[in-house]
C-alpha cells in the first residue's frame, strides 16, 4: 500500500516532525518546569532537562541528516524517506516511555501523547508499519507500567499530583493498559481508513484530470492538423486571387474587380483567423518559450512606433510612461512584443476618434506590471471574467468590429501566464477599460 | 527580356503556378519541381540564378535539408535561395539566430505564404542584384 503522500511531501512531512518535535521539546521544558516550581510535584528535575537537552541535539541531528539526503535537489528514495520517518516515530515512542519513566509512569496522564504518534504514523505510513509502530507503543508502555508495577524498574512517583500506590495496583495498571492497547489499535484502524478514502479520492481525481488533459491535447493536435491544412489550401487560393486583383494576368471591368477584391479581403481575414488559431494552438500544445534576456524597453517602443499610424488615423493621442528601471527581462521578445502590439491596436479600435490611450509601466517588487488605459467604449460587466477566452468576443466589441477572430486576448493570456505572469482587466470608473499584464523580470517567480 | 533563372521546388502547385505567372509577368524564366529529388535533377540539366524552396513538402524539413545539401555543393552553393516558411512558425526554431550560423541554415531570404506579388519581386530582385 502506497503512502498518502508522494516522496517530494513526505520530505515535506519529515521537516514538519522535526518542527513538531522543536515545540514538543519546548512544551516539556516548559511542563517540568511549572509541575516542579509551581505545582509543588516532586519531580526528577534534572534527569528530565537532560532528557530535553538530548532531545535537542537529537532534532539538530535528524535536520542535519535529512537537509544531507535532499541536499541541491538530491531526490532521495521514497523507501529512504519512509525509513526515515519509520526510525524518527520509533524513537519518538521510545522517548515518550522515557520520558514517562521518569515522570510517574502510569500516574502521568501525558500517556495520551501516544495517540499523536499513532496518528502520525497512520497518515505517513504503510498500514503494516503503523500497526507495527502500535504494537511498538504498546510493548514499550505495557513494559513501562508492568516492570514498574513489579518493581523491576524504579517508580519515580509524581508526589503532589497522583495517588500513591496506584501504580501498584495490578487492576489499575491492566485496566488502563487495556484501555491504551484497545485505544491505539482503533485509532490506527479509524486513521488509516479516512486516509484510504481520501487516497481513494485523489486517485480518481487526478486520473480524471490525466485524463482531461489527455483529451485536451488530442483536441489542439487534431486543431493544429485542421488549421495547417487549411492554411495550405488558403494560401493557394490567396496567393491565385491576388493576381487576379493585381490584373497580371489580363484586365479586369469594375465588376470583376469589385468581386475579386472581395474575395481578397475575405481571404485575408479567414488567412488571419488560421494563422492566429495556428500559433495559439501550436503555443498550448509545445509550450516551449525560447527563452533570453531583452530589452522590454526597446520592445515597447517597436509596440507604440506600430501603432502610431492607426492612431493618427483616428486622431488618438497615445501616450506613455516607462519607468526607468525597467530594461531587460527574461523571456521571449518577440512575442512580448506581439502580445503588446496586439494590445494597443485593440485600445485604438475600441476608442472612438479623438480619444485617448495610455501606456504605463512599472517596476512592481520581482515583476514589471503593464498597463493600457483608454476612453474607449470599456467592457460590459457581463463580459468582463470571459474576454481571455478562446472566440469569445464581447457584444459592444462584435458592434465594431464584426469580424474579429476573438483570439488576440486568448493568445496575450497564453503569452503572459507562460512566462509567469498574470493578465486581466478591468473597466474605468470614467469610462473605456485598462488591460493589465505583469511579467517576472527574471521567469523564476512564479505569481501566487 | 531575359531577366534570370529561377528554379520553383514545391510541392503546391497551385501556389507554383501563381509563383510561376508573377514572375513570367517580369521576365524571368521559371522551371519547377515537386519534390527535392525532381529538384536536383533540374539542377543538372541547367544551373538557376535562383531558387525559391518551400520547407514542407514530404516531410516537414524536406526543404532544410535540400537547402543545406546545395550549400555543401561547390556546384551549387553560390546559387541564392528564397526559402518559403513563416519565420518562427513551421519549426518553432528561432531563425534570426540560427541564420546567423551559416552550416545550419543557410539560406538568403525567407518569404510567408501566402505570395503577395510585389513582396516576392521585391525580394527576388533583391537576391539577383546581390549575388
Redesign the interface.
Given at each position: 500500500m502506497e503512502s498518502l503522500f508522494k516522496s517530494t511531501s513526505l520530505i515535506q512531512r519529515a521537516y514538519w516532525l522535526i518542527k513538531l518535535r522543536w515545540v514538543a521539546i519546548g512544551a516539556l521544558a516548559a511542563a517540568t518546569f511549572v509541575a516542579s516550581q509551581f505545582m509543588g510535584v516532586s519531580l526528577p528535575v534534572s534527569a528530565l532537562y537532560t532528557i530535553a537537552a538530548m532531545l535537542v541535539i537529537y532534532n539538530f541531528i535528524l535536520y542535519d541528516l535529512l537537509r544531507y539526503w535532499t541536499w541541491a535537489g538530491r531526490e532521495p528514495s521514497e523507501r529512504r524517506i519512509g525509513g526515515i520517518l519509520t526510525c524518527q516515530i520509533s524513537a519518538d515512542l521510545l522517548i515518550l516511555a522515557t520520558i514517562l519513566h521518569f515522570s510517574g509512569g502510569i500516574e502521568n496522564p501525558f500517556f495520551f501523547f501516544f495517540a499523536f504518534h499513532m496518528m502520525i504514523a497512520s497518515i505517513l505510513r504503510s498500514r503494516l508499519q503503523s500497526y507495527l509502530q502500535a504494537t511498538l507503543a504498546v510493548l514499550l508502555f505495557g513494559g513501562l507500567v508492568v516492570f514498574e508495577a513489579a518493581g523491576v524498574l524504579n517508580h519515580h512517583g509524581l508526589e503532589g499530583f497522583a495517588g500513591h500506590g496506584l501504580y501498584r495496583d495490578w487492576r489499575f495498571v491492566f485496566g488502563t493498559l487495556f484501555v491504551f492497547t484497545v485505544t491505539l489499535y482503533l485509532l490506527v484502524y479509524m486513521t488509516i481508513s479516512i486516509g484510504e478514502q481520501l487516497r481513494k479520492q485523489q486517485g480518481s481525481y487526478e486520473r480524471a484530470n490525466a485524463q482531461l488533459e489527455g483529451k485536451d491535447r488530442l483536441k489542439n493536435e487534431y486543431v493544429l492538423r485542421l488549421t495547417h491544412d487549411i492554411k495550405g489550401h488558403l494560401a493557394a487560393v490567396q496567393s491565385c486571387l491576388e493576381i487576379v486583383c493585381d490584373e497580371m494576368v489580363g484586365p479586369l471591368n469594375e465588376r470583376q474587380k469589385d468581386l475579386v477584391e472581395r474575395a481578397c479581403r475575405r481571404t485575408s481575414k479567414c488567412m488571419a483567423f488560421i494563422t492566429a488559431l495556428l500559433k495559439l494552438t501550436r503555443m498550448k500544445l509545445t509550450g516551449q518559450l525560447e527563452m533570453e534576456r531583452f530589452s522590454l524597453r526597446q520592445c515597447i517602443f517597436n509596440s507604440l512606433a506600430s501603432v502610431q499610424n492607426r492612431a493618427q488615423g483616428k486622431s488618438i493621442a497615445v501616450s506613455h510612461q516607462i519607468d526607468p528601471a525597467v530594461d531587460e527581462i527574461l523571456g521571449e521578445a518577440v512575442l512580448i512584443e506581439e502580445t503588446l502590439t496586439n494590445m494597443l491596436f485593440n485600445a485604438v479600435k475600441y476608442t472612438p476618434d479623438g480619444g485617448k490611450v495610455r501606456l504605463e509601466v512599472k517596476q512592481d517588487g520581482v515583476f514589471i506590471r503593464v498597463s493600457i488605459t483608454d476612453t474607449g467604449i470599456g467592457v460590459p460587466d457581463a463580459d468582463l471574467p470571459h474576454i481571455f477566452e478562446e472566440f469569445y468576443r464581447a457584444n459592444n466589441a462584435r458592434a465594431i468590429e464584426r469580424d474579429g477572430t476573438g483570439l488576440g486576448l486568448a493568445f496575450a493570456k497564453q503569452v503572459v501566464e507562460r512566462h509567469g505572469g498574470r493578465i486581466w482587466a478591468q473597466n474605468n470608473p470614467n469610462g473605456g477599460a485598462t488591460f493589465i499584464f505583469t511579467l517576472p523580470r527574471n521567469t523564476s517567480q512564479q505569481e501566487p | 527580356m531575359r531577366r534570370g533563372t529561377i528554379l520553383i521546388i514545391d510541392d503546391?502547385p497551385?501556389?507554383t503556378?501563381?509563383?510561376r505567372?508573377?514572375l513570367e509577368?517580369k521576365g524571368y524564366e521559371v522551371r519547377n519541381a515537386l519534390d527535392s529529388a525532381e529538384g536536383m535533377n533540374r539542377l543538372k540539366e541547367a544551373k538557376p540564378d535562383l531558387i525559391i524552396l518551400d520547407v514542407m513538402m514530404r516531410t516537414s524539413q524536406e526543404g532544410f535539408e535540400l537547402s543545406r545539401e546545395l550549400k555543401h555543393n561547390v556546384q551549387y552553393k553560390d546559387i541564392p535561395i528564397l526559402m518559403l516558411t513563416?519565420v518562427?512558425?513551421k519549426t518553432?526554431l528561432?531563425f534570426k539566430s540560427a541564420a546567423g550560423d551559416e552550416s545550419w541554415l543557410p539560406v538568403e531570404e525567407y518569404l510567408d505564404?501566402?505570395?503577395?506579388?510585389n513582396v516576392l519581386l521585391e525580394k527576388v530582385d533583391d537576391l539577383l542584384r546581390k549575388s
Open positions: - | 503546391d497551385d501556389i503556378e501563381a509563383m505567372i508573377i509577368n513563416a518562427k512558425q518553432g528561432d505564404k501566402p505570395i503577395k506579388p
